[in-house]
Nanobody, 116 residues
Framework: QVQLVESGGGLVQPGGSLRLSCATSESIFSRYDMGWYRQAPGKQRELVAG???????NYADSVKGRFTISRDNAKNTVYLQMNSLEPEDTAVYYCSAKIITLVVYWGQGTQVTVSS
């Protein structure tokens, strides 16, 4: 049973923007902090951005000022707005529901490719 459903990935040119969405159930959304991770070929999965139930956010240094994470409590959805995309942002992006650093649920992943 899929608990986190991601959408919004795709192919974009350098400098472009994409918005990823992750929808889940109210029971998960209300209990866990949410986050976005990414994994590029040959690299380890890394945290991109996180947001607590109270709305506190944190970002990887590589995306600060370019990416914004947000959550819509009415829709049980978390978003990742990605601007000024670079080829180095190319990866599979995964939504997560977590307790501090322990990921309890993973999404299926969505591919983001930044290329001209």
């Amino acid at each position: 049973q899929v608990q986190l459903v991601e959408s919004g990935g795709g192919l974009v040119q350098p400098g472009g923007s994409l918005r990823l969405s992750c929808a889940t159930s109210e029971s998960i959304f209300s209990r866990y902090d949410m986050g976005w991770y990414r994994q590029a070929p040959g690299k380890q999965r890394e945290l991109v951005a996180g947001i607590t139930r109270g709305g506190t956010t944190n970002y990887a240094d590589s995306v600060k000022g370019r990416f914004t994470i947000s959550r819509d409590n009415a829709k049980n959805t978390v978003y990742l707005q990605m601007n000024s995309l670079e080829p180095e942002d190319t990866a599979v992006y995964y939504c997560s529901a977590k307790i501090i650093t322990l990921v309890v649920y993973w999404g299926q992943g969505t591919q983001v490719t930044v290329s001209s």
